[in-house]
């Protein structure tokens, strides 16, 4: 098996891409051991030393470490942990119930929340998941758009600016009840 590593524009994560499906679909992020009692790859992951975060992506799993840790330190335990898991054929969530990305439209959404919905899942998303991470809606309410940042965006430097200039722009754009887009923890 091998495990492909790319940079992501926050210098805290790395990406791992182990060549096959990590989740098929949708994500999960997962920063301490009680969230992650559903994933055993994630519980193993989070158990090395400086990994604060673990994000598990369709295709990819992110990885948060702390500031202490150096990547060359880090990498060769990670790398054997999901080879390990992978190879052994051992599940990556416990049931399928994953954090379902807030952004998948309800028959109950109006219509600019499913317009914001459909461009985040087609324009927003994808891109965002080349670095590692994802971006849900939270909501919207009096012309703000709350999304929430997950994986490599989750403190990422350039997150700032790709909200306000990235995507408050096009869903501007597209949308002109939208005035603003706001990050939520």
Same mark, same amino acid.
């Given at each position: 098996?091998? !495990?492909?590593?790319?940079? *992501?524009?926050?210098?805290?994560?790395? &990406?791992? #891409?182990?060549?096959?499906?990590?989740?098929?679909?949708?994500?999960?992020?997962?920063?301490?051991?009680?969230?992650?009692?559903?994933?055993? =790859?994630?519980?193993? #992951? =989070? %158990?090395?030393?400086?990994?604060?975060?673990?994000?598990?992506?369709?295709?990819? @799993?992110?990885?948060?470490?702390?500031?202490? &840790?150096?990547?060359? #330190?880090?990498?060769?335990? !990670?790398?054997?942990?999901?080879? %390990?898991?992978? *190879?052994?054929?051992?599940?990556?969530?416990?049931?399928?119930?994953?954090?379902?990305?807030?952004?998948?439209?309800?028959?109950?959404?109006?219509?600019? @929340? %499913?317009?914001? &919905?459909?461009? #985040?899942?087609?324009?927003?998303?994808?891109? @965002?998941?080349?670095?590692?991470?994802?971006?849900?809606?939270?909501?919207?309410?009096?012309?703000? @758009?709350?999304?929430?940042?997950?994986?490599?965006?989750?403190?990422?430097?350039?997150?700032?600016?790709?909200?306000?200039?990235? !995507?408050?722009?096009?869903?501007?754009?597209?949308?002109? %009840?939208?005035?603003?887009?706001?990050?939520?923890?």
């Amino acid at each position: 098996m091998f !495990i492909q590593t790319e940079q *992501t524009p926050n210098p805290a994560t790395l &990406k791992f #891409l182990p060549g096959r499906d990590v989740l098929g679909r949708g994500t999960a992020d997962f920063t301490s051991a009680a969230d992650a009692a559903r994933s055993p =790859l994630a519980q193993r #992951l =989070l %158990e090395i030393d400086g990994v604060v975060g673990v994000f598990l992506g369709a295709d990819f @799993v992110t990885i948060t470490k702390t500031d202490a &840790k150096e990547w060359f #330190l880090l990498k060769p335990s !990670i790398l054997g942990v999901i080879m %390990e898991h992978f *190879t052994a054929d051992r599940p990556v969530l416990l049931s399928d119930a994953g954090d379902g990305h807030a952004a998948s439209a309800n028959s109950d959404d109006d219509e600019i @929340v %499913e317009q914001i &919905k459909e461009l #985040l899942d087609t324009r927003v998303r994808p891109s @965002v998941a080349q670095d590692g991470g994802d971006i849900t809606f939270q909501g919207f309410d009096k012309g703000v @758009v709350y999304l929430a940042m997950k994986g490599a965006c989750s403190g990422c430097p350039s997150s700032t600016a790709t909200l306000k200039h990235g !995507i408050e722009n096009m869903l501007r754009h597209y949308i002109p %009840e939208v005035v603003e887009v706001r990050a939520v923890q």
